[in-house]
């Protein structure tokens, strides 16, 4: 049975909404539920490596029997050295773990401005560093009105911080999450690398760096860990939720979901998701939502669709799609 190219564009914009807003609500609730920060990063990687990584075997083995010499890191990554290394150190470690420290500080609600919010931001300014694209007066317009919605969120727990709060550290993490994934992004368009490759680059280098070296600080004493306090069902659902929904299967529907929908139109439908995440921690995580959230919601939302309601359509290849479809 073969769907229509209009119910897969659907049914992958859906999919991929569900899973950025869940990843936001879930990884706040899961500061409350026993694994530490480190303990979900490691989960999450491997998570992923469990699928991403014989596909991507799998995937060169033409090429490795016709003798030629393709990917890196002893075959785990499709892709050479140095995109691996450069893609994989900011969009597959560093992002893990700067998000996943920030849920530990900063509710829900803050995440979702700041970190989906702000993308928009942090991409535009990158990509003007790096790739000297200009930027248009309604992006420009947009991208002010990101900077005013970030400042009510994170202005008002910064102004708290010297009262002994500590939920400005999240929100400061959450922003460091958010421009990591935007250099992440810029790489990978720097370089014009294929969407599904590059995210089993990031993966294979999550693998082979951080997995190791985790297991080593843990197992010598170093860095705590609570993976042996813990359920085993805990660790498997945020193996399974985190690795295999927010990294494979969310990578493939915003991929899809670009092809269909264009990445103009891709990036209105992702807006949705600083509102549909804040409004789930309010409903599953019984948090407040202040005035400042809601206006810097409302600014951080406003601010997106404008930045891209002038934007010129982009055409993308059969094969190749814009980064970001990872939370």
Request: charged content about 10%.
């Amino acid at each position: 049975m073969r769907f229509s190219s209009k119910t897969v564009g659907l049914a992958s914009a859906v999919i991929t909404v569900f899973i950025w807003t869940g990843f936001i609500v879930i990884a706040r609730a899961s500061a409350s539920r026993g694994l530490l920060p480190l303990d979900i990063a490691l989960a999450r990687v491997l998570g992923a490596s469990a699928i991403l990584l014989p596909w991507a075997w799998w995937l060169m083995r033409p090429a490795r029997q016709a003798g030629q010499k393709v990917g890196s890191l002893c075959g785990l990554s499709p892709l050479p050295l140095a995109p691996t290394v450069q893609a994989g150190f900011l969009g597959g470690m560093l992002y893990a773990v700067l998000a996943y420290n920030g849920f530990f500080f900063a509710p829900a609600t803050h995440a979702s401005v700041l970190m989906p919010g702000s993308l928009p931001l942090w991409t535009t300014l990158l990509a003007w560093l790096v790739l000297r694209e200009k930027v248009s007066s309604a992006r420009a317009m947009g991208l002010a009105f990101i900077v005013l919605g970030d400042v009510l969120v994170g202005g008002a727990s910064l102004l708290k911080a010297f009262e002994g709060g500590e939920v400005w550290k999240g929100d400061l993490l959450f922003m460091t999450a958010a421009c990591c994934w935007a250099g992440y992004s810029v790489t990978v368009r720097r370089h014009g690398l294929d969407a599904v490759r590059a995210t089993m680059a990031i993966t294979a280098f999550a693998f082979v760096s951080f997995v190791p070296v985790y297991l080593l600080l843990i197992g010598t004493g170093v860095l705590p860990t609570h993976l042996m306090q813990v359920p085993w069902t805990e660790i498997l659902f945020q193996a399974v939720f985190q690795g295999v929904g927010s990294v494979v299967i969310s990578g493939i529907t915003f991929t899809q979901m670009v092809r269909h929908f264009g990445p103009v139109r891709s990036t209105m439908i992702t807006a949705l998701v600083p509102g549909l995440s804040a409004l789930g921690a309010v409903w599953f995580l019984a948090e407040p939502m202040h005035w400042n959230l809601l206006a810097g919601l409302a600014l951080v939302t406003g601010g997106i669709l404008l930045g891209v309601r002038q934007a010129k359509p982009v055409v993308v290849l059969p094969n190749v799609a814009t980064a970001g479809g990872q939370p």
